[in-house]
Structure formats: C-alpha cells, structure tokens
C-alpha cells in the first residue's frame, strides 16, 4: 500500500509518494481549517486505558496541529479523493482541497482510541 508523506515547500503543504505530488495547500490556511495550533481530544476512562494513549490526569490529549500535519502520512485512498477537490478558493476563503484535508485529518485524529475505530 502506497504511503504519501507530507511535505512542507515554502510553507505549502504536499503530500508525496515518489514523483507523485498533490499539493493540499498553504499549511497557516490547513491550521486555520483545523481550528487553531492545537487540538485537543479528551477520552472518557476506559479509552484512557490504552497503552499508547498518553493524556493528562483529566483524559485529555492535546495534538500540535502544526507538527502533526507536516508529519502524518497518508493513504492512497485518501490521497485519491483528495484529487476531487480542486484548489480554488470555496466560501470560507480557503482552498475546497485545504478544507477537505482538514475535515479528514479530524476525522482521523478523532478515531483514535475509539472502539469502532
């Protein structure tokens, strides 16, 4: 399974597997989309119980938006969806591909630690 890895070129987030690059957008309008530098995912107690989960004594875990973007890779499925979207500017004022990015990488930050996830 392909693998794209997230690049950050003159402040422009792309996601890469070889020479096959889709530009996601500016990284500030893929940080704004989120909502902000950090998100924050707060688990109830039996999700706090995974291994790996490391979060505060109220079950919260905060994510650096900016470091995580720039680092998590993705899938070719999400990659090929992603192409749907063009790069023209929707009604908030950001790229319709930047919006989509973020609404996904939500998505995935939100599925952690979930059972059905």
Do not use: N
């Amino acid at each position: 399974m392909k693998r794209y890895e997230p690049e950050c070129v003159d402040g422009t987030l792309v996601l890469v597997d070889g020479d096959d690059r889709v530009e996601v957008g500016a990284v500030d309008d893929v940080v704004a989309a989120i909502g902000g530098e950090t998100y924050t995912i707060e688990y109830d107690q039996r999700q706090r119980t995974q291994p790996w989960l490391e979060t505060d004594d109220d079950g919260v875990l905060e994510i650096d938006v900016r470091e995580t973007v720039t680092t998590l890779p993705h899938t070719e499925e999400t990659v090929s969806e992603l192409r749907e979207y063009g790069t023209g500017t929707e009604r908030y004022g950001l790229p319709r591909r930047t919006v989509e990015f973020a609404d996904r990488f939500v998505d995935i930050l939100e599925r952690q630690g979930r059972e059905d996830a």
